[in-house]
């Protein structure tokens, strides 16, 4: 037995040296999506050290090719390291609570969504310091989102690991998500499906609903906002409670909303949105 290992972990050397150059890929497709301050460093060490536990993991008999399994591998590995940074602070969390409120009070009083420059005014601070906390915002949903991005099992090899009680959990959540989705009043939900499912530029979908870049930008803060509420309530209701939705229209709408995700459909027509191991189906 001893005298077959370092043929062993040769072979694994090999592999992990011949599929380095794939971990530096998908770190720079991960650091597009995420805020300034993550240290490509720190994503490239959790990136390497998946790889050598795919390296060791790695059964040919599967019929998958390593570079494939690997890289679902090395993908749940930066997601893994991004959300341990925690840079959804609490200080970030609750300026982003403050923002929606001050959004619910301007949206009730002029009858519209109000610009970013009537937040700033409201909150007090700076137009940058919206735009900062709304893209703190977005980045957190980017992660959960791309559990329904258009992936395939030739992009995506479930983990082993996962017993099936956790997988339920997981298809169960995201199909909470699709629903969420779905539910969506009809721009916002172009502007979520357009700009995170499609990957359409941000130009595009303005042209395409007749606003400026800006008002796109603007929508899928909204878009977001409601999807993280409306998730919360079903899925976290303990969350949810943290901000409650204040009386009025837009509370109405919100509640109404959140009651259209639930009736979207049941945990039956929830898991069918997804495989047996978690991939996302065509809808």
Known sequence: MSGETPAVDRRQEDIVRANMPLVGHLVREMLVRVPAHVNRDDLLSAGYAALVAAARGFDKERGVPFPRFAAARVRG??????????????????????????????????????????????????????????????????????????????DIVTEPGAGPEEMLIRRERLGYLRHAVDALPDRLRVVVEGYFFGE????????????????????????????????????????????????????????AYYERIASRGTLRTRLALTSPDGLPRAA
């Open 77 to 154: 590995a930066l997601l893994d390291e991004l959300r341990g940074l925690d840079w959804a602070s609490r200080s970030v969390r609750q300026r982003a609570r403050r923002t929606d409120s001050a959004r619910e009070e301007l949206t009730a009083e002029l009858g519209r969504t109000p610009t970013v420059r009537e937040l700033a005014d409201r909150l007090g601070c700076t137009v940058e310091d919206v735009e900062h906390a709304a893209d703190d915002v977005q980045r957190a949903a980017v992660f959960s989102l791309q559990g329904f991005a258009t992936a395939t099992a030739d």
């Open 200 to 255: 359409r530029p941000m130009a595009e979908i303005a042209s395409e609903l007749g606003v400026s870049e800006s008002r796109v930008s603007q929508l899928r803060a909204e878009a977001l906002v409601l999807l993280r509420d409306g998730l919360n309530t079903h899925l976290d209701p303990a969350l949810a409670a943290e901000n409650p939705p204040k009386e009025g229209c837009v509370a109405r709408r919100r509640a």
